[in-house]
């Protein structure tokens, strides 16, 4: 990948202001991403979430990286969720956001003054319950954005706002669509 495509730190400082205006009541769904295999990237308008096989179609069902102790995928990394702001920062523009592999890209304040463990959002006809599993960027991440933006979601300040996201439960089984509203329930 083109090293022209990663931001520097402090691009991506300045970047800020647009993350801290995210809605903390209600936002809304900008896109939604599965990955069907490992690497793979598809954006969706609509998908089902579920309890038993978390988003449809995502590889989370098939190949988690976090399994209970019977080998089944942990139900806590079900359903991973970006603010929209962050990633297209991070990802320097739209297009390049689905490459962080996050399931729902949304408009929403994920930081941990705004969102804690066991709130639970409603999207769509689906519940889902933030969990306390941290998301940290990993080596595919720094090769897609760069060791900046690996550090700058790494940072204090950077885990503090979520800025590579949170992990999710599903609660209530639904559909979600791009443009559905996320609400605190």
């Known amino acids: 990948m083109s090293s022209n495509l990663y931001l520097t730190a402090e691009a991506l400082a300045a970047g800020l202001p647009a993350i801290h205006r995210s809605p903390r009541d209600e936002g809304r769904l900008e896109g939604i991403v599965i990955r069907p295999v490992s690497n793979a990237r598809l954006s969706l308008d609509s998908c089902a979430l579920s309890a038993a096989g978390g988003v449809e179609g995502d590889y989370w069902a098939k190949g988690c990286w976090k399994t209970l102790d019977d080998g089944r995928p942990h139900p806590d990394v079900q359903v991973s969720l970006i ?103």
């Not at 979601?153 to 979520?162: D, F, I, K, P, T």
């Not at 209530?172 to 996320?182: K, N, Q, Y």
Request: aromatic share 4%; hydrophobic share 45%.
């Open 83 to 185: 603010n929209i702001h962050a990633v297209e920062l991070l990802a320097a523009g739209r297009e390049r956001c689905p490459l962080a592999g996050d399931n729902l890209l949304v408009d929403f304040d994920l930081s941990r003054d705004s969102l804690r463990t066991g709130q639970r959002l409603a999207i769509g006809s689906s519940v889902i319950e933030i969990t306390e599993q941290l998301h940290t960027g990993c080596g595919k991440f720094a090769e897609r954005f760069g060791r900046d933006a690996l550090a700058f979601v790494n940072s204090e300040l950077g885990m503090a706002l979520r800025l590579r996201g949170v992990y999710a439960k599903v609660i209530t089984d639904g559909v979600v669509r791009v443009g559905d509203a996320v609400c605190r329930v």
